[in-house]
DNA sequence: GTTAATATATTCCATAGCGATATATTGTGC
DNA sequence: GCACAATATATCGCTATGGAATATATTAAC
């Protein structure tokens, strides 16, 4: 299933809810990078994936902001992973990002006359 | 009401919209640059806000791609104003970006866990 | 021993959003 | 008559950033 040119929405829309996302794939557990992107690419069925030049780069902004905390776990049998962990701010931000979302998207439903989307 | 750091968000978000949004409100009948900006804003409630800078080159992108096309229409007691109408291939275009933006839709919220947005 | 998958990392380039600014016209209040 | 706000279109220049390409290292599979 290809939808003409979806792929430009797509790629576009992505840079938004990036952080969101992220956020709230630490927030239940840590999670390391590409594990993250993973999830994402299988939990949205593709419709969003990352590229590992955003994502890494993403990760270091996070924590850099204080919004996300890693550390690096060594494992026999296992290369280092960061483990990444949603801080006390990080929760705030999720909400506030969480809250934004939503309105963005009751606002482009409604302008763009998407019914129950 | 301001969301923390939502402006952030937004400001993305907004990127990969766009172009939904103009398609849209060209649907029905052709609208003029500034008329689209303030029904988006006024349509969002402020969720959407377009800057000028950001407006315009759009509008001009989408005609240059031949999804819109533009005339102007000079009016006794009015500046000239710029109308745009949808072409056959920006309905097109537009369905496609319906169909993106949804599946993109369902994608976050599933994602973010974000119930019934 | 070669390939694929996992996992993190960086460089470089093109795109594009937006603040600032400009121009022109019309309507309103004083 | 004049200042000011709103309408309407337009562009310059800065900056952020997404992504292709590429690199490195480890483990598993064959």
């Given amino acids: 299933m290809e939808y003409i040119n979806s792929h430009i929405l797509e790629r576009e829309l ?3 809810s990036a952080e969101l996302l992220i956020l ?3 927030e239940s557990r840590p999670r ?3 594990e993250i992107s993973k999830l994402i ?3 949205s069925e593709g419709a969003v994936r ?3 030049a955003s994502l890494y780069p993403l990760l270091y902004r ?3 902001r204080g919004w996300i905390d890693g550390r690096w776990v060594e494992k026999a049998g296992q290369r280092r992973r960061r483990y990444y962990r ?3 701010e990080g929760r705030k931000i999720l909400a506030a990002q969480r809250r934004g979302w ?3 998207a009751a606002a482009v439903n409604r302008i763009a006359g998407v019914e129950h989307a």
């Fill in 102 to 104: 939503q309105a963005f």
């Fill in 32 to 34: 390391h990078g590409y």
């Fill in 50 to 52: 990352f590229n590992v």
């Fill in 14 to 16: 992505k840079k938004g």
């Fill in 62 to 64: 996070l924590e850099k």
């Fill in 41 to 43: 690419e299988r939990r």
């Fill in 86 to 88: 949603l801080t006390p």
């Fill in 24 to 26: 709230s794939l630490v």
